[in-house]
């Protein structure tokens, strides 16, 4: 249930990426402001998009709730893959037979990365102590690389703001799971009166802010590799620290699912770079 839940979200927030970029594109020349805003507003294709990020967003919540942390977010990367088919079944985008192998190591190292590592346990309650470390290194991560980001050159700016935005989606990620835990426990009105909910909503603010501009700065084919790996990297760490996940305890099978890692890692960043250009 976990894995389907995690797939679905990844699949809607391929579809986000797609019909609100399209939706977007089609807009008159000329359109800017509020212009823009009223003809996005009027266009079916970009109102189903935030109906595929609504439902993302459930997926992913009701995926961390049943689930590790560290399945979870890792699984979230077969969103660019999701992407690729949807620009050629829909979009009939001419696609590189480079692409659909980086595609093809992007999931066969997730697949092994996951059966190998068997991330599981995930049943302990964060203490405040935890909460206030995994805070303050990913907040302080996040603070220290945005201001390294305020000048330079496009590329090192965007490399900088998307390992900020990837650490905060990351942290994010643990605030949406504490936040359904609290909403099962109290009711959608009691979670109210505790802070997960408070947090997840300044997470999901911060995170976006950053991740568009690392989009703005600087080139996709930087910061979407680096969004789309060091989020699960930082995932895994804040699984085991704060709701104490582990792995497979055999040094040769950890070592197997390091370098299975490794290949859906470089799937990622060869897939960004031959996929169709928006």
């Keep these: ?29 000329g359109a800017k402001g509020l212009r823009l805003v009223r003809y996005l507003v009027r266009s079916p294709l970009w109102l189903l998009g935030w109906v595929a990020l609504i439902g993302a ?4 919540a009701l995926a961390l709730h049943v689930g590790d942390l560290s399945v979870v977010q890792p699984l979230l990367v077969v969103e660019l893959v999701f992407a690729l088919a949807l620009r050629r079944l829909w979009l009939r985008q001419p696609t590189a037979k480079a692409a659909w192998g980086s595609a093809v190591l992007t999931c066969v190292g997730l697949g092994v990365f996951i059966a190998m590592a068997e991330p599981q346990g995930g049943g302990t ?3 405040s102590a935890h909460w206030v470390v995994a805070v303050v290194a990913c907040g302080g991560a996040a603070v220290a690389l945005s201001l390294l980001a305020a000048a330079g050159p496009p590329v090192r700016r ?10 905060v989606w990351a942290l994010e990620a643990t605030f949406i799971k504490a936040a359904t835990d609290t909403i099962t426990g109290f009711g959608l009105w009691g979670a109210f009166e505790h802070w997960p909910l408070y947090a997840m909503a300044v997470g999901g603010a ?30 895994v760490w804040l699984g085991v620290w704060l709701f104490r996940e582990h792995f497979a305890t055999d040094a040769a099978t950890l070592a197997v699912a390091t370098l299975a890692f490794a290949a859906m890692a470089a799937g990622v960043i060869a897939l960004v770079r031959t996929a169709p250009g928006t």
């Design 1 to 29: 249930m976990t894995v389907f839940l995690a797939l679905l979200a990844a699949f809607s927030n391929a579809v986000v990426m797609l019909t609100q970029h399209v939706a977007s594109v089609a807009a008159p020349d």
């Design 57 to 60: 967003f459930v997926f992913q």
């Design 125 to 127: 309650t964060p203490t």
């Design 158 to 167: 965007a490399a900088l703001y998307g390992t900020a935005s990837a650490a």
């Design 206 to 235: 911060v995170g976006t802010v950053l991740q568009q501009a690392a989009l703005h700065v600087g080139p996709l084919s930087v910061s979407q590799p680096l969004m789309v790996i060091v989020d699960p990297m930082v995932s």
